[in-house]
């Protein structure tokens, strides 16, 4: 039959005809649709600065507020993971670029989150005059910097570990540039990609729950979510209102994981080459209804189809012109492009170094890196304590491989979970026993990052070999000799990994940490962090910069000087293989 | 005019390393692919067969010389040529189908026709049943045919194979080898000619209609052996084993010597790329060919046959024994030397005696080592001081592996000693 109007016939493969799945799946995804036409209305609501947004403490209002949060934290994932493939394809394709990206990508991953909102949130808000969408913006953007870095650096890692045979088998069969990236390069890099988003959005809570109630220039904006709920409960001391935000973040983190990450983690398996991966795992019922599910087969032909479309309209450009010759490598120009690089962070450092001395005395400066000298001391005592506390619990719990089974998804529950709601518990009780804050405000610091060294000693302990177990038994080496001979040596660089995440978190929650409040008490240690976030309240550009920036000296020379040292140890000398 | 299927001239390949000196890889190379024909090519490590045939295929350019495939210029993988790759290089996350079907995908072949192309390619192969399974799935005998399809659903003109049997374990190979040979025989394959790369000496003589010997560093076309027996060739039969012989002659000794017995080999410089063997092995080696049925004397394939032993593990084993003046081999025959059969009697203590002996005297860049910590003050000196100086004359992970194997021996043989958390060489515990 000819097409006489000269549509395209479509063609129903019987594999794309609906099925009893898709009374599950089509639920789901109208629901998914409905739920962020919604909060996109919400978010380009009309605001001016200055403005109360109202918050209720009525738990019935509290369902709305965490789907503000949850499409928070979705926006900034959705970012996140399209910032991070882009980047991380420019930095693995384009030497040039590599050269400012990866170190700009280190230390933009040691710059404490909310000190990006400090700096950002003014000028998000001037970006969207009178709409509330300026503030969200800034609000997604910490979210952001919480889980773009290091899905970033996977993205990249995975980019430049690529087999070589798979590469040479993708150019053998002749797939484009573009093609070879969808389907060789970032399949290749789901699995670590997949992980660390989890990892991402388990330290992201805290942020979330940080980055709603912010405080520019003297004025409080709250944005409808949990952390404002918090906020609000805070300044009217209502400890039960705060019992119902603990309440319902815990059954949301629960719903992320069930809905998002099982799933996900569940299907990124099947990008690994290891067929061990595979074995007795469950699979997930929400993956089982996708795949299932005919919908999903449409979704997914939909977008193979646009892929295809890019890559012949890609393919077409690129026959029209042909520059196919490679072109050599030109020493002189990368020589010049160098020096470019070097002029241009000389330059940028004179102006930054400008800036601060053009309001801040050099006495200042020095009493900032004798706070941040304040906060390195509390960081480290705290990881030294958490250490003691949580190194043997941790052994002793992988040590009996049912139990450790059990307490894995709680711990990394515990993790995922923000700290900063039990913040006002912890008020209460320094308040009620009289404590100096100096000290008693500083575990609050290490209450949410704690966590990962447990849970990595857990993890390295399991990895013990039974052979190196019962070959300790044998030789009778007990007490302190198989401490110090066996299991410390064994667990090191798992437990270094650890010590470097728990040391990190700590740092960024030193902002909210050494300033803490309840109703209109506001107990302070002396510290960085809340240097920063009292700059940060009054709004004074040249110092949150200052902090800011000494932090990350701190932060930086922390890495480079004890992290990644213990970390080139544990990786060269204590390794179980 | 007769143009040939695939034909190299004067194709050099040189690489650039760290310090700006050029490494010459393979050298003046001119090869011609004829109609129908299948041509195997042997060499030891280093002598560049690997990248040869990815010159051929237009994944590596040459630094100098053409390579053209019916007289069409190959500078990037052309159609008309399909690889098959040592580590099945599939793709975990497609299935087989999805496989077999990703390079009709990229040539735009529509969606039917793709996966009727795709399911006779699999059926051909023999993998029917398995067009859903994931790779991982599989044994590695069966994705290496999912390799086959993969390369022969393009209907490809020329076949270039990367040790396509040497992750399969003896049995395997063969099978796959043989429905391989059937399929060419019989023609069902459009291909018209294959070049293989090889570690297997049998195989080779099994598969091929020429064999190609290469030299090492830099790689060079040594010999080229017609193969001019009827298929199917049996491995015991006489004509087979000589050619096994003439082969095994040419990969262990070097160019310019003869290999007569009693010949003096030529002294080896400080950059010489010293073979992959771990002084168990070696030791080993001298033990089983002491004893019975070889009392001091073997057939190199008779030996490799008889200890299991495969191309890549045997050659670098007895290239130390020529080297360091344990055994000489000449006609494809190796023969234990007076110290060789010395060492064989000798107990552990006298044997490493020997060993240190031989290594100072035979390998420069031991000696050379000894005699800078024997000079140096503290008698310390840093690995990668040697490393450097090795990669003047290899590249980068060559240049580690030898000196690795030379710390080894010279560990053993208590030469010196070396800290492995410092990285640093030195005379203690003497």
Redesign the interface.
Same mark, same amino acid.
């Given at each position: 039959m000819q097409q006489r109007w000269g549509l395209p016939v479509i063609a129903w493969p019987s594999r794309l005809r609906p099925n009893y799945w898709d009374l599950v799946a089509l639920p789901l995804v109208l629901g998914l649709i409905a739920l962020v036409a919604w909060g996109g209305i919400a978010m380009g609501a009309h605001y001016q600065v200055g403005e109360a947004l109202a918050m209720s403490l009525d738990p019935g209002r509290l369902p709305e507020y965490a789907l503000r949060t949850v499409l928070r934290m979705g926006a900034a994932l959705v970012a996140s993971l399209v910032f991070s493939l882009a980047y991380a394809a420019l930095a693995a394709k384009s030497r040039q670029a590599e050269k400012i990206l990866i170190p700009v990508l280190d230390i933009l991953q040691s710059v404490p989150i909310l000190g990006f909102l400090s700096i950002t949130v003014t000028g998000f808000i001037a970006l969207f005059p009178g709409r509330l969408l300026g503030v969200e913006c800034a609000a997604i953007f910490a979210i952001f910097t919480s889980q773009a870095w290091n899905m970033t650096f996977s993205v990249y890692q995975s980019l430049r570990t690529v087999?070589l045979? &798979?590469i040479?088998?993708a @150019?053998?069969?002749? &797939?484009?540039p573009w @093609?070879r990236f969808w @389907? &060789?390069e970032v399949?290749h890099a789901?699995p670590s990609l997949v992980w660390n988003m989890m990892m991402s959005v388990s330290g992201g809570w805290f942020f979330v729950v940080a980055s709603e109630a912010i405080t520019v220039s003297g004025q409080s904006i709250l944005l409808p979510g949990i952390g404002s709920y918090i906020a609000t409960a805070i300044a009217q001391r209502s400890l039960a209102a705060i019992g119902w935000a603990v309440l319902v973040m815990l059954v949301v983190i629960l719903l992320y994981d069930q809905l998002l990450f099982r799933p996900l983690i569940a299907w990124s398996r099947?990008?690994?080459?290891?067929?061990a991966a595979?074995a007795d795992t469950v699979r997930p019922w929400l993956l089982i209804v996708l795949e299932r599910a005919r919908l999903f087969d449409l979704v997914q032909a939909g977008v193979l189809a646009v892929n295809r479309m890019i890559d012949t309209t890609i393919a077409a450009l690129a026959r029209r012109r042909r520059p196919?010759v490679?072109r050599r490598r030109q020493p002189l120009f990368d020589r010049a492009f160098d020096a470019v690089l070097l002029a241009l962070a000389a330059a940028a450092c004179v102006w930054i170094i400008s800036f601060i001395r053009h309001s801040v005395g050099l006495a200042e400066i020095g009493w900032v890196f004798l706070l941040g000298m304040a906060t390195a001391a509390r960081v480290l005592i705290l990881i030294g304590v958490a250490s003691l506390i949580w190194v043997p619990i941790g052994v002793w719990i992988g040590l009996r491989p049912r139990l450790a089974d059990r307490a894995e998804p709680i711990v990394q529950f515990l993790a995922a979970f923000p700290a900063n709601l039990f913040f006002p518990a912890a008020v209460v009780l320094i308040l009620r026993f009289r404590l100096d804050p100096e000290i008693w405000l500083s575990p609050l610091m290490i209450l949410g990052t704690q966590w990962y060294i447990l849970f990595n000693v857990i993890a390295g302990t399991t990895t013990l070999p039974a052979e190196l177990r019962l070959a300790a038994q044998n030789f009778a080496v007990r007490r302190l000799l198989w401490w110090r001979r066996v299991i410390l040596p064994a667990i090191f660089p798992a437990y270094v990994t650890g010590a470097v995440t728990a040391a990190g978190g700590s740092w960024n929650a030193s902002i909210v940490a050494e300033i803490v409040q309840w109703g209109n008490t506001t107990l302070t240690a002396t510290g960085i962090g809340a240097y920063i976030a009292r700059t940060t309240a009054e709004g004074d550009g040249a110092r949150i910069a200052l902090g800011i920036g000494v932090l990350c000296l701190y932060v930086l020379a922390f890495n480079r000087l004890l992290w990644r040292r213990l970390y080139n140890l544990a990786a060269? @000398?204590l390794r179980l293989d | 005019m007769n143009v040939p299927l695939l034909r190299t001239e004067g194709v050099c390949k040189t690489y650039r390393m760290p310090d700006h000196l050029a490494r010459l890889v393979l050298d003046r190379l001119d090869f011609t692919l004829g109609d129908g024909e299948i041509v195997a090519i042997l060499g030891k490590s280093g002598s560049g067969k690997s990248t040869f045939l990815r010159v051929l295929a237009g994944l590596v350019p040459p630094s100098d010389g053409v390579v053209e495939y019916r007289g069409q210029k190959v500078s990037e993988p052309v159609q008309g040529i399909a690889m098959v790759f040592q580590s099945y290089a599939l793709f975990p996350w497609l299935t087989v189908l999805g496989n077999v079907e990703l390079g009709l995908e990229a040539l735009g072949v529509a969606g039917t026709e793709r996966r009727r192309r795709a399911v006779d390619a699999i059926d051909l192969i023999g993998l029917d049943g398995f067009e859903s399974a994931y790779p991982k799935e599989l044994s590695g005998g069966m994705r290496q045919r999912v390799g086959f399809a993969r390369a022969l659903v393009v209907n490809p003109d020329i076949l270039l194979l990367d040790e396509p049997f040497s992750s399969l374990d003896v049995l395997t190979a063969e099978t796959l080898r043989g429905d391989l040979l059937d399929l060419w025989e019989a023609s069902r394959i459009p291909t018209k000619g294959i070049v293989m790369v090889s570690h297997n000496i049998e195989e080779a003589v099994e598969v091929a209609d020429r064999i190609l010997i290469f030299s090492s560093d830099p790689g060079r076309i040594r010999a080229d052996i017609p193969v001019a027996l009827p298929r199917p060739r049996a491995s015991g039969a006489a004509g087979f084993r000589q050619i096994v012989d003439q082969v095994y002659t040419l990969l262990t000794t070097e160019p310019g010597r003869d290999g007569r017995r009693g010949a003096r080999p030529e002294p080896i410089g400080i950059g010489y790329r010293l073979p992959d063997a771990s002084v168990q092995q070696f030791s080993g080696l001298i033990d089983t060919l002491t004893e019975a049925p070889y009392h001091g004397r073997a057939d190199l394939p008779l030996l490799a046959d008889e200890e299991k032993l495969v191309m890549d593990e045997l050659f670098p084993l007895i290239e130390t024994l020529q080297l360091l003046g344990f055994a000489h081999v000449s006609g494809g025959d190796i023969e234990l030397t007076a110290l060789g059969r010395a060492y064989a009697d000798a107990d552990m203590l006298a044997r490493k005696q020997l060993f240190a002996e031989a290594v100072l005297k035979h390998i420069p860049l031991a000696a050379h080592i000894r005699r800078v910590l024997d000079e140096r003050p503290g008698h310390r000196a840093p690995a990668a001081r040697f490393l450097r100086e090795l990669e003047d004359h290899l590249s980068e992970s060559e240049a580690q592996r030898v000196l690795d194997t030379v710390i080894n021996w010279g560990r053993h043989a208590e030469i010196f000693s070396y800290d492995s958390d410092t990285e640093v060489l030195n005379l203690e515990n003497f």
């Open positions: 087999p045979e &798979l040479e088998a @150019r053998m069969y002749h &797939l484009s @093609r @389907r &060789l399949p789901i099947k990008f690994q080459g290891d067929p595979e196919a490679e060269e @000398r | -």
